[in-house]
């Protein structure tokens, strides 16, 4: 079949371990640059041009959209799926899991354990946004940060309160949560693909550093999942509607926490930590559906 890898660089990992495994399995791939293309909007006549070629020949596209080019990279899998091509991620499980405030409404919703969160419309009150979380130290962290970047642990209470004071008056939205010292600076990420949990690691921060994202030096093992593990990843991905997702958790003397449902994981650091084709039941997956 014909398969478009919708990704604005060939040459990261991710792209070009599925390029390798659609190969490996006798399909025809393309990565796209979804910021290159031009949509055209008619009555039931969807159009996509790439570098001035229409696109006709997709039987499914798998997204890999950077959270700075969302809402262009949103409309572009629209338009396929205006097209009846099957995708990997749909256009509103991807906005859905970008907003993160959404994202933790939803899943709270659904009744899974997450940190005590805070959200306010830039309150003066910052004592009492310290105190709803749980008092200090606490985590900030802004709305639109990705992998680690606009994550604070500010460890005392004036702390905080200065930092929130600050991202309220530069008008940036940000979420305060509760600290969970018992995670010691790790969490586990689950990759789950069609229903199953294809591999699992746990991350650790490196010394002197609280988020333990690969980005910003931490360091990946394989872990064995337990059943609620399991289950609350399983339960969080169909919350978000999202077949592929990579579930952030800590795990608390309360059972995991949900973090994050990450739409477009990055399979560097799981394939490398289990030793697992992540890429590889991606392309399955696809196979089973279209």
Not at 167 to 174: D, H
Not at 180 to 187: H, M, N, R, V, W
């Amino acid at each position: 079949m014909n398969i478009k890898i919708l990704s604005t660089n060939p040459h990261l990992y991710s792209t070009k371990r599925l390029v390798e495994a659609a190969r490996i399995r006798k399909h025809h791939v393309e990565v796209i640059n979804h910021t290159k293309c031009d949509i055209v909007i008619e009555k039931k006549n969807p159009i996509i041009y790439y570098n001035g070629r229409k696109i006709t020949d997709a039987d499914a596209i798998i997204p890999r959209i950077g959270a700075s080019v969302t809402f262009y990279g949103t409309a572009v899998v629209r338009q396929f799926e205006m097209r009846r091509v099957f995708t990997t991620t749909e256009s509103q499980a991807l906005v859905r899991s970008r907003d993160k405030l959404r994202s933790l409404q939803i899943l709270s919703r659904a009744g899974l354990g997450l940190p005590r969160t805070v959200f306010t419309n830039y309150s003066r009150d910052v004592q009492k946004i310290v105190e709803e979380a749980g008092g200090a130290p606490v985590i900030i962290k802004l709305l639109e940060g990705t992998q680690g970047i606009g994550v604070i642990l500010a460890e005392t209470r004036k702390a905080a309160e200065s930092v929130i004071e600050a991202f309220n008056n530069l008008q940036a939205r940000v979420i305060v949560q509760e600290f969970i010292k018992e995670s010691s600076g790790s969490d586990i990420r689950a990759f789950v693909v069609d229903g199953r949990v294809v591999g699992a690691m746990k991350r650790q921060a490196k010394d002197g550093e609280f988020r333990s994202n690969l980005h910003r030096g931490g360091t990946a093992t394989v872990i064995q999942l337990t059943d609620e593990e399991e289950t609350v990843a399983l339960k969080a991905a169909k919350a978000m509607s999202l077949d592929i997702a990579g579930v952030d958790m800590l795990q608390s003397d309360r059972g995991p926490l949900i973090l994050e449902v990450n739409s477009s994981p990055g399979l560097e650091g799981i394939e490398e930590a289990t030793g697992k084709d992540i890429a590889g039941e991606i392309i399955k997956y696809i196979e089973r559906n279209v």
